[in-house]
Protein backbone atom coordinates (compact mmCIF):
# COMPACT_ATOMS: atom_id res chain seq x y z
CA UNK A 1 0.00 0.00 0.00
CA UNK A 2 2.73 2.37 0.89
CA UNK A 3 4.16 2.30 -2.57
CA UNK A 4 1.31 2.23 -4.72
CA UNK A 5 -0.16 5.48 -5.75
CA UNK A 6 -3.43 4.46 -6.25
CA UNK A 7 -3.24 2.95 -3.18
CA UNK A 8 -2.47 5.73 -0.85
CA UNK A 9 -6.19 6.95 0.75
CA UNK A 10 -5.91 3.18 1.90
CA UNK A 11 -2.18 3.17 3.19
CA UNK A 12 -3.70 6.70 4.64
CA UNK A 13 -6.32 4.94 7.14
CA UNK A 14 -4.17 1.96 7.62
CA UNK A 15 -1.27 4.16 9.23
CA UNK A 16 -3.96 6.11 10.52
CA UNK A 17 -5.33 3.32 12.64
CA UNK A 18 -2.64 1.31 13.46
CA UNK A 19 -0.66 5.15 14.84
CA UNK A 20 -4.12 5.43 16.87
CA UNK A 21 -3.10 1.32 17.93
CA UNK A 22 0.28 2.75 19.21
CA UNK A 23 -0.58 5.55 20.81
CA UNK A 24 -3.00 3.80 23.01
CA UNK A 25 -0.47 0.90 23.60
CA UNK A 26 2.19 3.76 24.82
CA UNK A 27 -0.47 5.68 27.23
CA UNK A 28 -1.44 1.93 28.66
CA UNK A 29 2.01 1.47 29.12
CA UNK A 30 2.88 4.59 30.73
CA UNK A 31 0.07 3.92 33.08
CA UNK A 32 1.52 0.28 33.99
CA UNK A 33 4.72 2.00 34.80
CA UNK A 34 2.78 4.84 37.02
CA UNK A 35 1.36 2.19 38.79
CA UNK A 36 4.59 0.32 39.51
CA UNK A 37 6.21 3.38 40.34
CA UNK A 38 3.45 4.47 43.21
CA UNK A 39 4.23 0.67 43.93
CA UNK A 40 7.85 0.91 44.01
CA UNK A 41 7.56 4.20 46.30
CA UNK A 42 5.65 2.37 49.23
CA UNK A 43 8.31 -0.54 48.82
CA UNK A 44 10.85 2.31 49.61
CA UNK A 45 9.42 3.80 52.17
CA UNK A 46 8.76 0.73 53.60
CA UNK A 47 12.34 -0.19 53.49
CA UNK A 48 13.33 2.76 55.24
CA UNK A 49 10.87 2.03 57.84
CA UNK A 50 12.31 -1.57 58.47
CA UNK A 51 15.50 0.10 58.78
CA UNK A 52 14.52 1.95 62.15
CA UNK A 53 14.05 -1.73 63.94
CA UNK A 54 16.34 -3.87 65.89
CA UNK A 55 18.36 -5.47 64.37
CA UNK A 56 16.86 -9.43 63.52
CA UNK A 57 16.88 -12.27 61.50
CA UNK A 58 13.57 -11.18 60.60
CA UNK A 59 14.58 -7.62 60.03
CA UNK A 60 16.87 -8.87 57.98
CA UNK A 61 15.37 -11.37 56.26
CA UNK A 62 12.49 -7.81 55.39
CA UNK A 63 15.17 -6.17 53.70
CA UNK A 64 16.31 -8.56 51.26
CA UNK A 65 12.62 -9.52 50.84
CA UNK A 66 12.51 -5.65 49.91
CA UNK A 67 15.36 -5.50 47.94
CA UNK A 68 14.86 -8.18 45.77
CA UNK A 69 11.17 -6.62 44.93
CA UNK A 70 12.55 -3.26 44.73
CA UNK A 71 15.61 -4.45 41.91
CA UNK A 72 12.11 -6.57 40.20
CA UNK A 73 10.18 -3.07 40.17
CA UNK A 74 12.86 -0.90 38.89
CA UNK A 75 13.50 -3.02 35.79
CA UNK A 76 9.64 -3.24 35.50
CA UNK A 77 9.43 0.38 35.19
CA UNK A 78 12.45 1.07 32.82
CA UNK A 79 11.14 -1.71 30.59
CA UNK A 80 7.30 -0.07 30.59
CA UNK A 81 8.61 3.23 29.88
CA UNK A 82 11.38 2.03 27.37
CA UNK A 83 8.52 0.30 25.38
CA UNK A 84 5.52 3.31 25.62
CA UNK A 85 8.38 5.15 23.82
CA UNK A 86 8.98 2.98 21.48
CA UNK A 87 5.06 2.63 20.85
CA UNK A 88 4.71 6.84 21.07
CA UNK A 89 7.91 7.09 18.70
CA UNK A 90 6.07 4.48 15.83
CA UNK A 91 2.58 6.31 16.34
CA UNK A 92 4.08 9.77 15.37
CA UNK A 93 5.60 8.61 12.07
CA UNK A 94 3.03 5.81 10.90
CA UNK A 95 0.77 9.64 11.69
CA UNK A 96 3.55 11.64 10.12
CA UNK A 97 1.48 14.11 7.11
CA UNK A 98 -1.45 12.55 7.72
CA UNK A 99 -4.38 15.60 7.50
CA UNK A 100 -6.61 15.90 11.31
CA UNK A 101 -9.25 16.94 9.74
CA UNK A 102 -9.36 13.36 7.24
CA UNK A 103 -8.54 10.68 10.53
CA UNK A 104 -11.17 8.11 10.40
CA UNK A 105 -12.51 6.40 13.58
CA UNK A 106 -12.95 2.81 14.10
CA UNK A 107 -15.96 0.99 15.12
CA UNK A 108 -15.32 -2.82 16.45
CA UNK A 109 -17.72 -5.80 17.29
CA UNK A 110 -18.56 -5.99 20.25
CA UNK A 111 -17.22 -2.41 21.16
CA UNK A 112 -14.02 -4.33 21.15
CA UNK A 113 -10.51 -2.63 20.36
CA UNK A 114 -8.90 -3.30 16.88
CA UNK A 115 -5.98 -5.18 18.47
CA UNK A 116 -7.55 -6.65 20.89
CA UNK A 117 -10.69 -8.50 18.54
CA UNK A 118 -7.39 -9.49 15.86
CA UNK A 119 -5.24 -11.00 18.68
CA UNK A 120 -7.89 -12.87 19.80
CA UNK A 121 -9.01 -14.99 17.01
CA UNK A 122 -7.67 -18.08 15.24
CA UNK A 123 -4.97 -16.63 13.29
CA UNK A 124 -4.85 -19.41 10.64
CA UNK A 125 -6.60 -22.16 9.69
CA UNK A 126 -6.07 -25.81 9.26
CA UNK A 127 -4.31 -26.71 12.03
CA UNK A 128 -7.01 -27.93 14.96
CA UNK A 129 -8.36 -30.72 13.61
CA UNK A 130 -6.27 -33.93 11.39
CA UNK A 131 -7.27 -33.64 7.41
CA UNK A 132 -9.48 -30.55 7.70
CA UNK A 133 -8.06 -27.41 6.72
CA UNK A 134 -10.92 -26.04 4.64
CA UNK A 135 -12.30 -24.64 7.34
CA UNK A 136 -12.75 -20.89 7.31
CA UNK A 137 -16.50 -20.90 7.95
CA UNK A 138 -16.14 -22.79 10.98
CA UNK A 139 -13.00 -19.97 12.06
CA UNK A 140 -14.90 -17.08 11.34
CA UNK A 141 -18.15 -18.72 12.95
CA UNK A 142 -15.66 -19.05 15.54
CA UNK A 143 -13.58 -15.66 15.31
CA UNK A 144 -17.24 -14.12 15.46
CA UNK A 145 -18.71 -15.56 18.47
CA UNK A 146 -15.17 -14.78 20.00
CA UNK A 147 -15.90 -11.38 19.02
CA UNK A 148 -19.11 -11.45 20.73
CA UNK A 149 -18.46 -12.33 24.30
CA UNK A 150 -17.73 -16.28 24.02
CA UNK A 151 -14.29 -18.36 23.00
CA UNK A 152 -14.81 -20.81 20.79
CA UNK A 153 -11.91 -22.74 19.34
CA UNK A 154 -11.59 -23.90 15.64
CA UNK A 155 -11.49 -27.75 16.97
CA UNK A 156 -14.67 -27.35 18.90
CA UNK A 157 -16.60 -26.00 15.65
CA UNK A 158 -15.26 -28.38 13.46
CA UNK A 159 -16.36 -31.17 15.41
CA UNK A 160 -20.05 -29.65 16.09
CA UNK A 161 -20.29 -28.70 12.14
CA UNK A 162 -19.25 -32.79 11.85
CA UNK A 163 -21.70 -33.34 14.56
CA UNK A 164 -24.74 -31.66 12.28
CA UNK A 165 -23.47 -33.00 9.20
CA UNK A 166 -22.98 -29.15 8.41
CA UNK A 167 -19.48 -29.42 6.43
CA UNK A 168 -18.10 -31.05 4.03
CA UNK A 169 -16.35 -34.77 6.04
CA UNK A 170 -14.69 -36.89 3.73
CA UNK A 171 -12.64 -39.77 4.72
CA UNK A 172 -9.46 -39.97 3.02
CA UNK A 173 -8.13 -43.28 2.17
CA UNK A 174 -4.69 -44.32 2.63
CA UNK A 175 -4.32 -45.22 -1.24
CA UNK A 176 -4.62 -41.86 -2.87
CA UNK A 177 -2.16 -39.95 -4.01
CA UNK A 178 -0.47 -37.23 -1.88
CA UNK A 179 -1.89 -34.50 -4.39
CA UNK A 180 -5.21 -36.38 -4.18
CA UNK A 181 -5.31 -36.36 -0.67
CA UNK A 182 -4.26 -32.73 -0.18
CA UNK A 183 -7.26 -31.66 -2.28
CA UNK A 184 -9.42 -33.59 -0.50
CA UNK A 185 -7.73 -31.94 3.06
CA UNK A 186 -8.39 -28.52 1.39
CA UNK A 187 -12.58 -29.24 1.22
CA UNK A 188 -12.43 -31.18 4.41
CA UNK A 189 -14.65 -28.65 6.40
CA UNK A 190 -16.23 -26.17 4.27
CA UNK A 191 -19.05 -24.99 4.92
CA UNK A 192 -22.22 -23.27 3.18
CA UNK A 193 -24.21 -19.80 4.54
CA UNK A 194 -26.95 -22.19 5.33
CA UNK A 195 -24.09 -25.15 7.24
CA UNK A 196 -23.03 -22.11 9.40
CA UNK A 197 -26.16 -20.35 10.61
CA UNK A 198 -27.31 -24.03 11.70
CA UNK A 199 -23.45 -24.44 13.71
CA UNK A 200 -24.60 -20.85 14.79
CA UNK A 201 -27.94 -21.72 15.66
CA UNK A 202 -26.52 -24.86 17.79
CA UNK A 203 -24.22 -22.58 20.08
CA UNK A 204 -27.00 -19.76 21.01
CA UNK A 205 -26.43 -17.70 18.16
CA UNK A 206 -29.25 -16.18 15.49
CA UNK A 207 -27.95 -15.78 11.84
CA UNK A 208 -29.36 -13.08 9.25
CA UNK A 209 -28.29 -13.94 6.16
CA UNK A 210 -28.50 -10.76 3.67
CA UNK A 211 -27.12 -10.57 0.19
CA UNK A 212 -25.99 -6.75 -1.61
CA UNK A 213 -25.60 -5.40 1.88
CA UNK A 214 -23.93 -1.33 1.74
CA UNK A 215 -21.37 -0.20 3.89
CA UNK A 216 -23.72 1.54 6.06
CA UNK A 217 -25.97 -1.13 5.98
CA UNK A 218 -22.92 -3.24 7.64
CA UNK A 219 -21.80 -0.66 9.74
CA UNK A 220 -26.11 0.14 11.51
CA UNK A 221 -25.53 -4.00 12.07
CA UNK A 222 -22.36 -3.88 13.71
CA UNK A 223 -23.20 -0.87 15.81
CA UNK A 224 -26.54 -2.29 16.75
CA UNK A 225 -24.26 -5.24 18.20
CA UNK A 226 -24.00 -7.56 15.76
CA UNK A 227 -21.50 -9.86 14.47
CA UNK A 228 -20.23 -10.25 10.73
CA UNK A 229 -19.32 -13.17 8.51
CA UNK A 230 -19.03 -12.67 4.42
CA UNK A 231 -18.82 -15.26 1.76
CA UNK A 232 -16.15 -13.77 -1.40
CA UNK A 233 -14.16 -15.17 -4.25
CA UNK A 234 -11.03 -15.77 -2.18
CA UNK A 235 -9.31 -14.38 -5.73
CA UNK A 236 -11.10 -11.01 -4.92
CA UNK A 237 -8.60 -10.42 -1.31
CA UNK A 238 -5.26 -9.44 -2.94
CA UNK A 239 -5.10 -5.59 -2.16
CA UNK A 240 -1.47 -5.47 -4.25
CA UNK A 241 -3.33 -6.72 -7.76
CA UNK A 242 -6.18 -4.99 -9.70
CA UNK A 243 -9.08 -6.92 -8.11
CA UNK A 244 -11.43 -5.61 -10.53
CA UNK A 245 -10.05 -7.26 -13.56
CA UNK A 246 -10.41 -10.25 -11.94
CA UNK A 247 -13.65 -11.30 -12.82
CA UNK A 248 -15.21 -12.92 -10.02
CA UNK A 249 -17.33 -15.91 -10.64
CA UNK A 250 -18.37 -16.91 -6.84
CA UNK A 251 -18.23 -17.43 -3.73
CA UNK A 252 -15.74 -19.99 -1.85
CA UNK A 253 -14.29 -18.16 1.07
CA UNK A 254 -15.79 -16.71 4.43
CA UNK A 255 -14.21 -13.87 6.26
CA UNK A 256 -14.50 -12.10 9.63
CA UNK A 257 -15.31 -8.69 9.64
CA UNK A 258 -13.75 -7.28 12.91
CA UNK A 259 -14.98 -3.67 12.45
CA UNK A 260 -16.00 -0.14 9.95
CA UNK A 261 -13.74 2.44 9.32
CA UNK A 262 -15.67 6.07 9.14
CA UNK A 263 -14.62 8.93 7.45
CA UNK A 264 -15.09 12.02 9.82
CA UNK A 265 -18.88 12.87 9.23
CA UNK A 266 -19.39 9.49 9.98
CA UNK A 267 -19.87 7.95 6.95
CA UNK A 268 -18.58 4.18 6.40
CA UNK A 269 -15.61 4.28 4.03
CA UNK A 270 -14.42 0.19 4.68
CA UNK A 271 -13.84 -2.36 6.11
CA UNK A 272 -11.46 -4.12 8.87
CA UNK A 273 -11.06 -8.00 7.68
CA UNK A 274 -10.20 -11.19 9.95
CA UNK A 275 -8.72 -14.13 6.71
CA UNK A 276 -7.89 -17.34 8.50
CA UNK A 277 -7.47 -18.74 4.76
CA UNK A 278 -4.39 -15.49 4.53
CA UNK A 279 -5.11 -15.19 0.70
CA UNK A 280 -3.90 -12.25 0.29
CA UNK A 281 -0.66 -10.79 0.57
CA UNK A 282 -1.78 -8.53 2.77
CA UNK A 283 -2.00 -11.19 5.92
CA UNK A 284 -4.79 -12.54 8.04
CA UNK A 285 -5.68 -8.54 9.08
CA UNK A 286 -6.06 -5.88 6.25
CA UNK A 287 -8.45 -2.94 5.29
CA UNK A 288 -11.09 -3.44 2.68
CA UNK A 289 -11.94 -0.20 1.21
CA UNK A 290 -15.03 0.44 -0.98
CA UNK A 291 -14.15 0.46 -4.30
CA UNK A 292 -12.86 -3.63 -3.37
CA UNK A 293 -16.22 -3.96 -1.65
CA UNK A 294 -18.53 -3.18 -4.67
CA UNK A 295 -16.41 -5.97 -6.78
CA UNK A 296 -17.10 -8.47 -3.38
CA UNK A 297 -20.49 -7.30 -3.10
CA UNK A 298 -21.41 -8.04 -6.84
CA UNK A 299 -20.09 -11.44 -6.96
CA UNK A 300 -22.70 -13.74 -7.32
CA UNK A 301 -23.61 -14.87 -3.82
CA UNK A 302 -21.98 -12.62 -1.64
CA UNK A 303 -23.91 -12.95 1.62
CA UNK A 304 -23.42 -11.01 4.85
CA UNK A 305 -24.30 -12.71 7.74
CA UNK A 306 -24.97 -10.82 10.83
CA UNK A 307 -24.65 -12.91 14.02
CA UNK A 308 -25.93 -12.36 16.94
CA UNK A 309 -26.87 -13.95 20.63
CA UNK A 310 -29.86 -15.30 20.68
Known amino acids: LAYDPERKGDWDVVRG ?7 KTSDNLKTLAEGKQAEYEQLRNEYFDALEGADSPEKA ?5 LTKRGGELSKEIDTANSRSRYADNFANELSRDLDPSKRTTYEGVGGKSFTDLHQSMIQKQGNAVKDFKGTCGDCSA ?7 GDTKSEAEVVQRARDLNACVDKKIPSFLPESLKEKMRGSNGGTSVAGRSQILDSFGYDCDNRTNQSLAEISQQIENGKGAIINVDHRVLNKQRDVTAMNPVGTDHA ?3 TGIEKDAAGNAIGLWIHDTGVCSNMGNAFYCNAQDYAVWKSTPNCTVQYVSKK
Open 61 to 65: ARLAE
Open 17 to 23: RLSDEYR
Open 142 to 148: ANTMTAL
Open 255 to 257: LTI
